[in-house]
């Protein structure tokens, strides 16, 4: 077929989409300023950085020019108007991109690099849907975007007379491509869309090879130091042991000194009654990092601990202290399936898991935001729930909270009155200049600071009523920074808080050494086993070792810093910080300066990456005899991976959910039960997946474990109705009229959807009349036992 060529697009129109293409990324640019500068971040929004972030985005339109020029004219020549509405999607796609992740930037202050891929879909989405969502502004943006693009293309036609005497304009692309390679790029001023995709590069293609002088490189037979004996009276009994994880407690928020000091009065407080280390470093800038470092001293793996996909046998304080008799648990008022918290707990046999599931309805959610969304339970209601679960006095217990509330988006209970709190403080006149601007642009997440201080407040005084209070140590401290407000320095966002309270402290100190939360499990285990016969291995495989002690500031450690996920970009080499390249000398104030003499931080790092890489992924932390929980597997042959992978690709647990559903409703019983029993090797908590195998296991005509599973579905999740569903049918099928009448006073209590069911309710009470079943008596107690102790089987 002919075709004129009057009817193919030519450099002209090219030209112009590329020059469109720049000018709607110089808008993206001046929105980033602009509300940086409104939310107190920049003093200017048209000053040197933006004109460097100007030179930046000509870059990335030069060298997306250059790259797109090729398939424009090949497509062209082939089918005319092809290449260019080929060019013209794949234009509006990138500045949609970027302005996802200048929108991302300007919510985190740091731009979305490598870590992208430590991330599950089903994080992502949760992490987007509570950070204020897929609101319509999305879809608005999008299409401003378009709209301006489009309109920008079609006002060049009218100014294209004076393009057209330049040199080759692929030429010209490319001069412009290499300038910006001599410019000194940072986060705020790059190309965010470029950003990603080099750190994507960097990671992937990153040498981590290690040759190993001896198997297990982690491991260490000397005796940590007992440096809290001194400061305690213990007693005869061992102590419980509490942790409070604060989401964002950062140091810049609280104690002496603290810049954005005046929000934490409690936490202020409890440092002058506390051993404080006021300059502790989180060992990772994300919540992903805590649980392992505080809890196992352990490395990181390529994107966190917990997103490995086969643990290595290790030791943690948890598995530890219940193979000395502590009952353990973990408390939370999320999702505990985010980061992988449950896979973890589940590996270290932890006794008892609350999260968002288990709060029934007598406790109230944390407000929803502009989207519907809701991370889960507040931080009071969360110690609420937890001052209402029954405590053993004869057992030592060991309890960790993670609060969520100090998290985005801001959403505190009472949030006019904190926020007029928030006033009250600033009229006070203690803070000035940029911090106060700073402050009255995020009042909100000062005023959340407030609610969660008040309820650190509630929950130490509610511990005062618990059994064996006057032998308790709480540890208290921040898994990060707060994100939003804006960081001083590259250290910034692990610098946080460490504080060790107890009844039984016979002193108080105030350390200004450099600390992380390696040191923690070290130091508490080495205050336990210099009092108490404790069957604790000889040898240990520690990242960290026993707090430094010292009330001057002095840094003599080595510390591995993960910024994010897939982003081991930090090492502090002593009194000095290795950072993206740079090296800094660290102050006693946590400033850094230009550093002018040499560190080693660099090869330590590229050191430890190698380390890291080879004991995760060769399970190589410790041997298995030495691990108190041998890490468990459920065991598939080759055969039957072969089919879960070709059925179901491990990625979204609701999408394998539905698939093992389909096979259950199709009678095909043993792959459902089998998808179900994959599904929950990766995602224990997945409670849909727990009522399928239920269901499946009483179409079997399995009673017994049926029963015992949806028990356990209920313990669970008591609000959750889907459970009480499933074993009204199953206590139905199997004459259990009395279960079932027991059943229906636990479902009105705990669930507040208990209407949704009001079917099965009515069936139960009917049958347990029809029987002669008195609503008034009682399941015997050997039965109630018998059930409640079934475990999950299949």
């Known amino acids: 077929m002919n075709t004129s060529k009057l009817d193919r697009y030519t450099l002209k129109q090219y030209t112009r989409l590329i020059i469109s293409f720049f000018v709607v990324l ?38 997306i020019g250059v790259i797109l020029a090729f398939p424009f004219n090949f497509w062209e020549n082939l089918r005319p108007r092809y290449g260019f509405n080929l060019v013209f999607v794949v234009l509006i796609l990138l500045l949609i991109i970027e302005a996802m992740l200048i929108s991302y930037y300007c919510t985190a202050l740091v731009p979305l690099g490598s870590d992208l891929l430590g991330y599950s879909f089903s994080d992502i989405k949760m992490t987007i849907a509570n950070s204020g969502g897929m609101s319509i502004s999305l879809f608005v943006g999008v299409v401003v975007i378009v709209g301006m693009f489009f309109g920008l293309y079609k006002v060049t036609s009218k100014y294209y007379h004076f393009i057209s005497k330049m040199y080759p304009f692929t030429i010209i692309l490319f001069s412009l491509f290499i300038m910006t390679l001599f410019m000194e790029g940072k986060p705020i001023n790059q190309n965010k869309t470029q950003y990603l995709a080099l750190n994507l590069y960097d990671t992937s293609t990153e040498d981590t090879s290690y040759k190993a002088d001896v198997e297990y490189p982690l491991i260490k037979s000397q005796q940590i130091e007992n440096v809290l004996g001194e400061y305690f009276e213990l007693k005869e009994e061992k102590p419980n042991i509490v942790f409070v994880m604060v989401e964002g407690l950062g140091r810049d928020f609280v104690g002496e000194g603290a810049e954005y000091g005046g929000f934490t009065p409690f936490l202020d407080d409890l440092s002058t009654k506390s051993l404080y280390w006021e300059n502790c470093l989180s060992n990772t800038g994300r919540t992903f990092g805590v649980l392992p470092s505080l809890m196992g001293s352990l490395p990181f793996g390529k994107s966190g601990f917990m997103e490995l996909e086969k643990y290595p ?12 008799g502590y009952h353990t648990s973990f408390l939370q008022g999320t999702n505990s399936s985010f980061d992988n918290v ?10 008892y898991v609350l999260d968002k599931s288990g709060f029934g309805n007598q406790y109230t959610l944390q407000e929803e935001d502009a989207a519907g969304s809701t991370w889960g339970y507040p931080d009071k209601e969360l110690f609420k729930k937890s001052m209402s679960i029954p405590r053993d006095a004869n057992q030592p217990r060991m309890e960790v909270y993670m609060t969520i509330s100090t998290h985005e988006p801001f959403l505190p209970p009472r949030q006019d009155y904190f926020e007029n709190e928030v006033e009250k403080i600033l009229a006070k006149g ?118 430094d002690m010292n009330e001057g500031y002095r840094s003599i450690k080595d510390i591995p810093l993960m910024r994010n996920k897939n982003e081991l970009k930090e090492f502090v080499d002593g009194e000095k910080l290795f950072s993206d390249g740079s090296v800094y000398d660290i102050d006693e104030n946590m400033d850094l300066g230009t550093s002018f003499g040499g560190s080693k931080g660099e090869s330590k790092l590229k050191n430890f990456k190698a380390m890291n890489a080879y004991v995760t992924t060769n399970d190589k932390i410790i041997p298995k005899d030495m691990a108190v929980f041998a890490v468990k597997e459920e065991k598939f042959t080759d055969s039957e991976i072969i089919w879960l992978n070709s059925v179901y690709d491990g990625q979204d647990s609701d999408r394998g959910y539905f698939i093992a559903r389909d096979f259950a409703f199709d009678k095909e019983f043993d792959k459902a039960l089998l998808l179900c029993r994959y599904i929950l090797s990766m995602a224990p908590s997945h409670i849909d997946t727990k009522i399928l195998t239920g269901r499946v296991n009483v179409w079997q005509g399995n009673y017994k474990t049926s029963i015992g599973i949806l028990q356990e579905c209920i ?69 109630t036992k018998e059930t409640a102790e079934l475990v999950f089987e299949e």
């Open 26 to 63: 110089l808008v993206l640019t001046t929105y980033q300023y602009t509300t940086l500068y409104f939310k107190g971040v920049v003093d200017i929004i048209f000053g040197s950085s933006f004109f460097n972030a100007a030179v930046h985005q000509i870059g990335y339109a030069s060298l």
């Open 715 to 783: 313990k669970m999740n008591p609000n959750y109705i889907d459970s009480y569903a499933a074993l009204f049918d199953v206590y139905f099928w199997s004459d259990r009229h009395l279960e079932a009448l027991e059943l229906v006073d636990l479902a009105q209590q705990n669930s507040s959807s208990v209407n949704e069911i009001s079917d099965k309710i009515a069936r139960a009470k009917r049958q347990a009349r029809k029987n002669g079943v008195s609503l008034t008596k009682k399941v015997p107690k050997e039965q």
């Open 430 to 547: 203690k803070h000035q200049g940029k911090i106060k601007k700073v402050i009255e642009k995020n009042d909100n997440v000062f005023a959340t600071l407030l609610y969660t201080d008040d309820a650190l407040k509630y929950l130490f005084e509610e511990y005062k009523r618990q059994p064996n209070y006057d032998n308790t140590i709480f540890v208290v401290t921040g898994d990060h920074r707060l994100i939003p407000i804006p960081q001083r320095n590259n250290l910034s966002r692990f610098h946080v808080p460490l504080m060790i309270y107890s009844p039984m402290l016979k002193k108080t100190r105030k350390m200004s050494a450099l600390n992380s939360h390696f040191d923690v499990t070290p130091t508490l285990l080495a205050l336990l086993e210099g009092k108490y016969e404790l069957k604790t291995p000889k040898k240990v495989a520690w990242m960290g070792s026993a707090l």
């Open 313 to 324: 046998n290790k030791l943690t304080l948890y598995s530890i202290l219940k193979n000395n």
């Open 342 to 351: 449950d896979r973890f707990l589940l590996s270290e046999n932890v006794d």
